[in-house]
């Protein structure tokens, strides 16, 4: 972002203008404060992603895991001796 900063109150805002053929065309009026909450939620966005990725597991697999665990448990369980 470039252009120049101003605040009205307690509201920061920069203005961005787009220069074209030497002359200037339109000014876009961008509030900072929103511009940072938008630029956290995409962070945030691609973190979660990311997580997904690497931790994600679907029910199925959670409740496949678990029914292998149980069996393994009852398994070993079957086969302590008792003295």
């Known amino acids: 972002m470039s252009g120049w900063p101003f605040c009205f109150g307690e509201q920061h805002f920069l203005i961005n203008v787009t220069a074209t053929d030497e002359r200037v ?3 876009e009026i961008i509030n900072l404060k929103n511009a940072r909450k938008q630029k956290a939620r ?16 679907t029910k199925a697999e ?4 678990a029914a292998e665990k149980a069996r393994d448990e009852k398994a070993i369980d079957g086969h302590k001796r008792e003295d």
């Open 62 to 65: 959670k409740q496949l895991q």
């Open 25 to 27: 065309t339109m000014a």
């Open 42 to 57: 995409a962070e945030k966005d691609v973190q979660a992603a990311q997580n997904r990725v690497l931790f994600g597991r």
